[in-house]
């Protein structure tokens, strides 16, 4: 049974901005100006993503419903507004056990339709283990577990989470003895980072390949972290972290 936590009380600190000066979760709240105005959730989520740009070089928003195309995102948001109009599905609380904690969080107050999970873990929960790198789902620095499968934070809503389980890095070491998750210790062991920014990531990702392939190959380890990026390491020493802990966890298991 999830034990429910209370929620931090901390003001949410400013978001940091891309370079283009726009977050990306303040980008996802002005796309969410259209369905959060007639709807929410599955219609928000549809509109992700609704830019494209031709092989001329400009850029398009398409309606996720019809596919007609238009030259703002304005026009965009009439369209939809107009044609396509759907009724809430949101829940007015979203529900998330993170690390075997429930909480709770009201819609329109702790959570917004177009918060993302790692904002939602770092601003809100305060989990701050879970990194952000690109924001844009390109380097897996803020890999969680979702349902046990790895998930890039910045790229998935909040309220998609709502009655799942997260993982994130805080949740791997023993909570009572803080005694690191073998994962962690063969990383520490084999110096599987420098800076480390990338690590959490690089670990649940690896956590989540060993849940299912206790003894991959090296070359199934370099495919599961393909998409992790590290600017340190080279990544021979990353793998080899990866080898070293399928062997512990598979001792660990052979003890226990
Ligand atoms: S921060 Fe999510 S993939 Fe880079
Ligand atoms: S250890 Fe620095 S980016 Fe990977």
Redesign the pocket.
Known sequence: MAEEKKLPKEQKPEEKKESSGISRREFLKDAGFVAGGAAAGTAFIKLLGCEKVTPEGVMKYVCPYCKEEFDTFDELKAHVAAEHAVAPIAPETIKLTVNGHLYELTLGVEVNEWDTLVYTLRDVLKLTGTKI?CDHGDCG?CTVLINGEAALSCMTLTVECDGKEITTIEGLANPETGVLHPIQQAFVENY????????PG?IMTTKALLDKNPNPTEEEARAALAGN?????GYVK?ISSVLAAATLLQKTRSKG
Do not use: P, S
């Not at 599987?192 to 690590?199: D, E, K, P, S, Y």
């Open positions: 790198g620095m599987g980072f420098q800076c480390g920014i990338c690590t690089m990026i590290c600017r340190c390491t990353i």
